[in-house]
Structures are given as C-alpha cells and as structure tokens.
C-alpha cells in the first residue's frame, strides 16, 4: 500500500532564516506531487505541483520554491522566510489515471511557525 | 473563475443526530467531487468521492454524499453522528478541463455535543 510521509512534523524558525520541508511517497511510482498551504482559519491554497522529476509548476508567485530531485521526493525551501509563511503545509501525491482524474491523497501535515 | 462554496462555517450537532454539510460548485465542465476529512493538527484523509454513474455515493465511516447536476450541489450526509466525527470538513472538485487542479472550499468544523 501507500504511504506519505512529511517532515518536520513541527518548525518554529526565525524571520530570515531558510526552510526546507520533505515530503516522501512509498509504494507507487512517478506519481503527481502537490505542495499546499492552510493558512489559519482558511481553506488549502495549492502552491506547487510536479508531474515528474525536475518537473515542477508554480500556482502563485511566493517566497517559496519547490524541487523533485527523485521521482518520490518533493522539498519546498525557502531562502529567507517571512512572517507570512507560518502555516500547515500539506503534501499530496495522486497517480495519473487516462481518461478520468487522479484522486489526492495527503500527509500528515507540518506546522510551520515564523517568530 | 471556478469556486467551491461551502456556506457553513460551523456546525454544532447533538452525538446521534443526522448531519448535512452544504457544498456548491460553480458551473462549468463536468465535475469530479471530492470530500475530505482533517481532524485537528493532523492531513485530509478521503472520505468519499464522486466521478460518474450513481450520483448517491457511500464513504467511508458511515457518510454518504449525493450530486444533484441542476443544484450544483454535494451535500454531505451521515445519519448519526459519532463524537468522534468531530473535525473540518473539505469539499473539493476537479472540472475535467486541462490540468486537473483540485479546487477547495473553505471548510465546516464540526461541533458533536454530547
């Protein structure tokens, strides 16, 4: 079966200093890759996705950047972090399916907090 | 723009009782509709999920959700509610046109009185 993971669970880090947050699938191959953001109290804003290694598109201009360096990797970084980031990043993987559309599954989530 | 609309905030229900949360989705090209689960602190877990056929789908622990085209509804059902049912709950919808972005609402918490 399939698995997701994310680390950190939970990141406090100060203003201006980088980020970096992993996200691993285990049990299916070249799957889609998703990076979202929940803001407090707000819905799932998606900010990265990645059909394929080295592949990655932007949904919204942002602080942050995103590389798939492996085909069941996806990092989101930051060099300098702002108040604004502080959030619940969320990673998703799916499997393409021809015809249909490929359902998200999620991770556990890591809180992200910028003092 | 494509938009998914869940109108109630919070939901407070009585441990037993039935429950209906609202979701709408503005017109476009056929939906695929999606309801999700987050418990606090924790990922969205798949509840159930709508792609063709019958329009009245069953999920997992007990829910259900029904697609009514002409309302541009999926309303969420259970029709008794466990405490544990207690979270935010996320209704989100691929239109099937280009890339299949998955589009979500803002979420009902879920209040289970005793």
């Known amino acids: 079966s399939q698995t997701i993971h994310q680390w950190p669970a939970t990141l406090v880090q100060p203003v201006g200093s980088p980020l970096s947050l992993e996200c691993t699938v285990e049990?299916?191959?070249?799957?889609?890759l998703y990076w979202y953001r929940q803001a407090a109290g707000r819905g799932l804003q998606l900010l990265f996705y990645?059909?394929?290694?080295?592949?990655i598109s932007s949904e919204v201009p942002q602080n942050l950047s995103a590389s798939r360096p492996q085909d069941r990797q996806f990092i989101l970084s930051s060099k300098k972090l702002l108040l604004s980031d502080s959030g619940f990043y969320l990673c998703?993987?799916?499997?393409?399916?021809?015809?249909?559309?490929?359902?998200?599954?999620f991770g556990p989530g890591t809180r992200l907090t910028v003092l | 723009a494509q938009s998914v609309t869940q109108p109630d905030i919070h939901i407070t229900v009585s441990e037993g009782a039935s429950l209906e949360l609202r979701c709408n989705y503005s017109?476009?090209?056929?939906?695929?509709l999606f309801w999700y689960v987050q418990s606090p602190g924790q990922g969205l877990q798949l509840l159930l999920k709508?792609?063709?056929?019958?329009?009245l789908v069953q999920g997992i622990k007990g829910f259900e959700a029904e697609f009514k085209r002409s309302q541009s509804s999926f309303n969420l059902r259970k029709p008794s509610v466990h405490w544990s049912d207690a979270a935010e709950y996320f209704c989100?919808?691929?239109?099937?046109?280009?890339?299949?972005?998955?589009?979500f609402g803002t979420g009902t918490r879920l209040l289970v009185s005793p």
């Open positions: 998703a993987w799916s499997v393409r399916v021809a015809g249909g559309t490929d359902t998200q599954y």
């Open positions: 049990g299916t191959s070249n799957p889609n």
């Open positions: 017109y476009g090209a056929t939906p695929y």
């Open positions: 989100a919808v691929v239109w099937n046109t280009g890339f299949q972005k998955l589009v």
């Open positions: 709508y792609f063709s056929g019958d329009t």
């Open positions: 990645s059909v394929g290694i080295g592949q």
